[in-house]
C-alpha cells in the first residue's frame, strides 16, 4: 500500500474524548464542561466507548491466557458474575467480549498472582536535561504498555512533575473528574508544608489550592498528617484504563523555581525530602509502578524524581551530538547520586532508551553503535521507534497502545506493515522494561 500523508485529526476525530484536550484543567474545568455542546459530549461518549471495546478481550484471549478450557472459562465467568464480581459480557465483532475492568476483576477472582503478590512497588524516573526527546511519550507509552498487561495487573501511576503537564493534558480522562473540586497537583503536595507554614511572605501562599483542601480535611478534626495521606492518596486522577492513573502537572508548578531559588540549603534538602520520603511512600500504598515525567532540565524537578527512583531511564535520540550531551548527563548523575538526600541506595538499575529511532537509517544505526560502545552496557537493546503512530495519537490525545489496526487501515492513514512493525517495537521495549522489574524488584530480590 503507498502511504498516504497522515491525516491525524481524521483519527482524532475517530477517538477523542476519553482523554479531551484539557491544557487548562485546572482552573477552568467547570467552565469546559459548560462550553462543550450536548452533542459533542455525545460524540466523546462513543468515541471513548470504541476505545474501550479496543482494549475489551473475547473469550478465546482469556481461554488461551488462563490456559483452561472453553467450558471451565465459562462456568467460571457464571460464578464471576453471579457473585457480583464482574459485569456481564457484551457482543462485539460476533463474539462475546469482557471490557479490561472486568478482566483484571476476572484475574484476580480466578487466582492470577497481582503484580503486589510478586513485586516490590517501582519508581521509575524518566529524565534528561535535553528537551523534545520523547520524555513524556516514553512515560505515556510505557503506562498504557503496563497497565494493559493483564497478566501482570500493576496499578500504575504516572506522576507528571513537568509544568508543560503533557501526560496530564493527553491522558486524564475529563469525563471522570468532578468539575467543581480543586484539582492539586504533585507540585502542590511538594509545596503544601512551605505554602501553608513558611514565616517569609515570598513563600507562604495562604490562598493556595492546597491550603484549601487542607482547610477543608481539617474540618472533620483530623490531624494535618492525617489528612495529608488523605490528600495525596485522593489527588491521582482516572484516565481511560481503571488501572492507570495521573498524578497531574500544570503550568502553575513552575513556581517552585522561584521558590526553591530562596530557600536555605536546608530547607532544600526538605523539600526533597518531602516528595521522595513522605509523598512516594503514601503513594506506593496505592499504585504498584510510579512512573515520573519531569522537564527537560537538570533541576529540583529532575532531583525529586531522581531521588525516589528505583529506575531511572534516560531517553537520548539517534544524533552523536545527542548521544554525547546524555552520556555526560547520566554520568554526572551517577556521580551526584551518593550526596542526593536519600543517597543513591536505593538505585537498582539505569538504562538510556534510544527514542525515535528508525533501524533503515544508515545514520541512526552508526549512533546506535556509538551509544553501544560509549554507555558500556546501559543501553536498552530494544528502542522506542520512529513511526507516524506516535504523531497520530499525540494528536488524538492517546498512546499507541489505544489504536486497533482497524483504526488506521480504515482510514489508510498508513499500511498495516507499518502499523505491526510500531506496535512489534513498542511492544517488544516494553517487554524489556517488564524484564527490569522482574529481575530488579521481585520481592525474592532481597
Ligand atoms: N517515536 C516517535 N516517532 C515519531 N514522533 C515521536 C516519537 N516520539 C515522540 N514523538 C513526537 O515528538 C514530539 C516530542 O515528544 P515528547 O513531548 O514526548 O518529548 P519530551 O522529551 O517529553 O519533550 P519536552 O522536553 O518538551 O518535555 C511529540 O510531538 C511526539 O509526538
Ligand atoms: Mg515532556
Redesign the pocket.
Known amino acids: 500500500m503507498i502511504e498516504r500523508d497522515i491525516e491525524p485529526s481524521m483519527v482524532a476525530k475517530q477517538i477523542e474524548g476519553h482523554a479531551s484536550s484539557l491544557k487548562n484543567l485546572r482552573h477552568s474545568l467547570t467552565e469546559m464542561y459548560r462550553a462543550i455542546p450536548k452533542a459533542e459530549l455525545r460524540n466523546r461518549k462513543e468515541t471513548a466507548e470504541r476505545v474501550a471495546i479496543n482494549h475489551s478481550q473475547t473469550k478465546n484471549s482469556l481461554r488461551d491466557m488462563l490456559n483452561i478450557s472453553g467450558t471451565v472459562l465459562r462456568n467460571k465467568l457464571e460464578e464471576a458474575q453471579e457473585a457480583g464480581v464482574i459485569g456481564t459480557h457484551f457482543e462485539y465483532g460476533g463474539g462475546h467480549r469482557f471490557f479490561h475492568d472486568d478482566v483484571l476483576k476476572f484475574m484476580d477472582w480466578f487466582g492470577v498472582p497481582k503484580f503486589s503478590d510478586q513485586f516490590e512497588p517501582t519508581v521509575l524516573a524518566i529524565s534528561t536535561h535535553k528537551?523534545?526527546?520523547?520524555?513524556?511519550?516514553v512515560v505515556a507509552t510505557l503506562a498504557s504498555g503496563l497497565a494493559l498487561d493483564v497478566r501482570m495487573r500493576p496499578r500504575v501511576l504516572v506522576v507528571d512533575l513537568?509544568p508543560?503537564g503533557?501526560v496530564s493534558s493527553a491522558n486524564i480522562d475529563t469525563s471522570q473528574v468532578d468539575p467543581n473540586a480543586i484539582q492539586l497537583t504533585a507540585l502542590d503536595l511538594v509545596l503544601g508544608d512551605l505554602e501553608r507554614h513558611h514565616s517569609s511572605e515570598k513563600i507562604n501562599r495562604p490562598d493556595a489550592d492546597y491550603n484549601i483542601v487542607m482547610d477543608d480535611y481539617l474540618l472533620d478534626g483530623i490531624t494535618e498528617d492525617e489528612a495529608f495521606v488523605e490528600i495525596v492518596k485522593n489527588t491521582p486522577m482516572p484516565t481511560h484504563l481503571s488501572n492507570y492513573d495521573v498524578l497531574a502537572g500544570f503550568p502553575s508548578d513552575e513556581r517552585l523555581t522561584d521558590k526553591y531559588g530562596v530557600l536555605s540549603d536546608e530547607e532544600q534538602e526538605q523539600l526533597l525530602l518531602r516528595f521522595s520520603q513522605k509523598i512516594i511512600p503514601i503513594l506506593k500504598e496505592e499504585y504498584d509502578i510510579i512512573i515520573i515525567d519531569t522537564?527537560?532540565q537538570d533541576s529540583i524537578y529532575s532531583w525529586m524524581a531522581i531521588d525516589s527512583a528505583d529506575g531511572l531511564l534516560v531517553?537520548t535520540s539517534a544524533s552523536r551530538y545527542d548521544i554525547s550531551s546524555t552520556t555526560n548527563y547520566l554520568d554526572s548523575i551517577s556521580k551526584r547520586l551518593p550526596y542526593f538526600p536519600s543517597g543513591d541506595g536505593h538505585f537498582k538499575f539505569y538504562r538510556m532508551i534510544l527514542?525515535?529511532y528508525n533501524p533503515a537509517n544508515r545514520i541512526h544505526e552508526e549512533s546506535r553503535r556509538h551509544l553501544l560502545q560509549v554507555s558500556k552496557g546501559l543501553l536498552m537493546t530494544k528502542h522506542?521507534?520512529?513511526?507516524p503512530l506516535?504523531?497520530l495519537a499525540?494528536e488524538a490525545n492517546v498512546t499507541v497502545h489505544d489504536f486497533i489496526q482497524k483504526d488506521v487501515l480504515d482510514r489508510r492513514l498508513m499500511s498495516s506493515k507499518v502499523f505491526n512493525d510500531t506496535m512489534g517495537q513498542v511492544n517488544d521495549w516494553v517487554s524489556e522494561i517488564k524484564d527490569l522489574i522482574y529481575t530488579f524488584c521481585g520481592k525474592d530480590t532481597h
Open positions: 528537551g523534545g526527546v520523547a520524555k513524556s511519550t513537568d508543560q503533557t522537564p527537560p531517553p527514542t525515535n522506542m521507534p520512529h513511526s506516535f504523531s499525540a
